[in-house]
């Protein structure tokens, strides 16, 4: 029997321009192997709630997320909030309540990238594809530790809030060689104020 295809809309959905913004915890299997299963999934959905409501609370639409994995994006005219809040993401990670109940250290990596995206409900769920989608994922598995990593795209969009220093060109799996990308970092007086309203 064949397969029934559902048909191609005649007006096919716009791309529109979007920073994309992968935030992923580190060393969460070492946690699954150390922590009781009630304790490990108390703390994952603690992280995964503080960076959505972080996402959200800054803009951002939270498009799924997976364990340990939060994934999201902005307006690309908004590219800066979405690096603030992958650089933040690291600090708001750092001091979970229940990490620091339960002696666990939380460390994330992220990547951001910024072009087209289609964004649509899929399972009454917001999705979106696109490169930027597998750009960010990309630019997460190769950031180390505590690391945020951004496209040159990205760069070139950044306000007052965030700096980009560039790296040596990385092989990205799908993207070849030679890819252009930025260590994200706050500029320090900003960062200096926030600590000063957190602490």
């Known amino acids: ?35 009781p299963l009630p304790h490990y999934m108390a703390l994952m959905t603690e992280f995964v709630q503080v960076m959505i ?12 997320h997976q364990g340990d994995a939060v994934l999201g994006y902005w307006p690309a005219a908004a590219a800066d ?24 250290e939380m460390r994330l990596r992220a990547g951001v990238a910024l072009g087209e995206v289609i ?34 795209g990205t760069a070139e969009h950044l306000g007052a809030t965030v700096a980009a220093k560039p790296c040596e060109p990385l092989a990205l799996p799908g993207f070849g060689g030679g890819c252009r990308v930025n260590r994200l970092t706050l500029h320090d007086t900003l960062h200096s104020q926030t600590r000063m309203k957190v602490d």
């Open 1 to 35: 029997m064949p397969q029934l295809l559902l048909p191609l809309s005649a007006r096919p959905p716009e791309a529109t321009l979007a920073c994309v913004v992968l935030v992923d915890l580190t060393g969460s299997t070492r946690l699954a192997h150390t922590l």
């Open 53 to 64: 409501l972080s996402f959200e609370a800054n803009g951002g639409t939270v498009l799924q």
């Open 81 to 104: 909030d979405a690096c603030r809040v992958a650089l933040e993401a690291h600090d708001r990670a750092a001091r979970l309540t229940l990490a620091g109940l339960l002696g666990a």
């Open 119 to 152: 964004v649509g409900l899929v399972g009454g769920q917001p999705s979106a594809y696109g490169l930027p989608v597998n750009y960010a994922r990309r630019l997460c598995d190769a950031a180390r530790s505590g690391e945020t990593l951004a496209c040159a």
